[in-house]
């Protein structure tokens, strides 16, 4: 794929608000047995994808006079710990073709991995056999592509709901401006989400992290579509992390009913109980382990599909194969958008019935 190709693959994700960030490597950043082979190169440029990075990447172009690569980009700030700390600007890597120099230590980007390692003045990095890095690697605590989007969209959602806050208590509980579009979201979590599954009782306990958790999801999906080019929560220590919110509200809420029914289940044969008991427990862990994959393996495969339709147009080469690639990756990108919503309701509404389930009372009698 030329350099015209590039910037063309560049425009058409664009288009769709998916733009992957390193977008536009030209060849002579890549292996030479990698020319003309498309196929092998757009499998490489959805893999940066998915991954994340220490800049928000949108294009790039080759300067005809000096024959030098320009990015256009922007950059993050580099915060290494290696025997003190170190500040630069990931644009100082020139997407891993310099070395970086902080104090005595010399410092490289592996373009394959989007990590830091440590190297010398030529920027040497061995690999195993399996092309792994062997480079030894300082404490990395960038603030990256998706560290920046969480940021983002946090400060998003406070000024949100602060400014929500303030107009019901100033309009006497009436929501003003963009409020009157986030009162019925709020308001059908509480009334189709939190109070049917929880109860009447308990559900306030939990009606912050439901809410949160709804809005962080949903806006990080959305900015999965635009041309940041980011995959948030395609990334499984993110959906990790959701997911062990939800695991440890649940069973630090939990009462004895919740624990009595994993444990020693009542009304049941003490010999089944003691069959039961490890798979009541294994239930425990598995609940939130399927909340992470679900949303982790769909935004994923998301990304994948569009992607992969996108590269479609540039292996057909031709007019009916490149415009059916084109509608059909529009019409999935559309499909993106109601799913980007329906991932935060789903994993809003498990959460809600883990909660429920945690705090539901029983009538031993019956």
């Known amino acids: 794929m030329n350099k015209q190709r590039h910037l063309a693959f560049t425009i058409v994700i664009f288009f769709f608000g998916l733009t992957v960030g390193r977008s536009s490597t030209t060849l002579s950043e890549k292996d030479e047995t990698q020319k003309g082979d498309i196929k092998s190169e757009i499998k490489e440029y959805i893999n940066h994808h998915l991954k994340d990075s220490h800049s928000f990447s949108i294009t790039s172009y080759k ?66 056999a399996e092309h792994h890095p062997l480079n030894e690697k300082p404490l990395d605590f960038s603030i990256t592509k998706n560290i920046a989007t969480i940021l983002l969209v946090s400060i998003l959602m406070l000024f949100l709901f602060i400014s929500l806050a303030k107009s019901f208590k100033q309009n006497k509980g009436i929501s003003k401006g963009m409020g009157r579009f986030f009162e019925p979201i709020i308001l059908y979590i509480r009334d189709e989400i939190a109070i049917p599954n929880i109860g009447e009782k308990k559900y306030k306990n939990y009606m912050s992290f439901l809410l949160t958790v709804f809005f962080f999801i949903w806006f990080l999906n959305m900015l999965g579509l635009t041309p940041l080019g980011v995959n948030v929560t395609g990334n499984i220590a993110v959906t990790f992390s959701l997911a062990l919110l939800t695991f440890i509200i649940t069973n630090v809420t939990a009462n004895k009913n919740y624990w009595g029914h994993i444990f020693w289940m009542p009304g049941v044969p003490v010999l089944i109980k003691i069959i039961l008991a490890p798979i009541e427990l294994l239930g425990v862990v598995i609940k939130p382990f399927s909340l992470l994959i679900r949303l982790y393996a769909n935004m994923q495969a998301g990304h994948i599909v569009l992607m992969s339709l996108i590269g479609l147009i540039f292996v057909f080469q031709s007019w009916f194969g490149g415009s059916l690639s084109f509608g059909l990756a529009f019409f999935i990108s559309i499909i993106e958008i109601l799913v980007a919503l329906l991932q935060a309701y789903i994993f809003t509404m498990l959460s809600a019935l883990y909660f429920g389930f945690a705090v539901a009372e029983h009538d031993e009698e019956h």
């Open 63 to 128: 300067n005809e006079q000096t024959g030098e690569t320009v990015y256009i980009e922007l950059p993050l700030p580099v915060i290494l710990y290696d025997n003190g700390l170190r500040f630069f600007w990931s644009s100082d890597f020139k997407h891993g073709k310099k070395v970086v120099v902080s104090g005595e230590e010399y410092y490289k980007l592996e373009y394959h991995d989007s990590k830091i390692y440590k190297t010398d003045k030529e920027g040497t990095i061995e690999y195993d």
